[in-house]
T-cell receptor, first 113, second 111 residues
């Protein structure tokens, strides 16, 4: 299994509070991604990174920010959580742009009440 | 607007029979397609892929077929086994490293 650790794995938070999800990898892969999974939508890309301090937006980036100060860590921040951000969040990593080499973490369940 | 669609949310199949999962896409720029398998409380895992220059790719019990003119692909699992019970996601990419996913199909293999 690829060395990906997501934390926290489960979190309940209140509307309006900031939340940070962490993705840590031990594979030294260049590319890292954050997806969210919702019923009826599959997985949707929030943000991705193609190197340290190099990030870009995905298709559902509103309300989210990311940071990557080290190769191994990719942080996803909800500045002011809303109920629509209740979801399962998956981090993924890949060594190259070969899409069949993308590995996903086990997910972080976030509930915003 | 979802560019990758899996119109069957669920599929039930008897053990030993064929499972056929379907996927349609709308973006003609997609040139690489993948299938992922996901168990509950786990992340998706890569299953099989196909490039747009091919119309078939086979790996063991899994075969993916691509019909570019119809913008349709399918995944065949033969024979189906109890361990195949999972959610299957179709995904596509347009010559970059971003994936667009379908909503998933839940497969249940009956003994």
């Amino acid at each position: 299994d690829a060395g990906i650790t997501q934390s926290p794995r489960h979190k309940v938070t209140e509307t309006g509070t900031p939340v940070t999800l962490r993705c840590h990898q031990t594979e030294n892969h260049r590319y890292m991604y954050w997806y969210r999974q919702d019923p009826g939508h599959g997985l949707r890309l929030i943000h991705y990174s193609y190197g340290v301090k190099d990030t870009d937006k995905g298709e559902v980036s509103d309300g989210y920010s990311v940071s990557r100060s080290k190769t191994e860590d990719f942080l996803l921040t909800l500045e002011s959580a809303t109920s629509s951000q209740t979801s399962v969040y998956f981090c993924a990593i890949s060594e190259s742009r070969q899409l069949n080499t993308i590995y996903f973490g086990e997910g972080s369940w976030l509930t915003v009440v | 607007d979802q560019q990758v669609k899996q119109n069957s949310p669920s599929l039930s199949v008897q053990e030993g029979r064929i499972s056929i999962l379907n996927c349609d896409y709308t973006n003609s720029m997609f040139d690489y397609f993948l299938w992922y398998k996901k168990y509950p409380a786990e992340g998706p895992t890569f299953l099989i892929s196909i490039s747009s220059i091919k119309d078939k790719n086979e790996d063991g019990r899994f075969t993916v077929f691509l019909n570019k003119s119809a913008k349709h692909l399918s995944l065949h699992i033969v024979p189906s086994q109890p361990g195949d019970s999972a959610v299957y996601f179709c995904a596509a990419s347009a010559n970059d490293y971003k994936l667009s996913f379908g909503a998933g199909t839940t497969v249940t293999v009956r003994a």
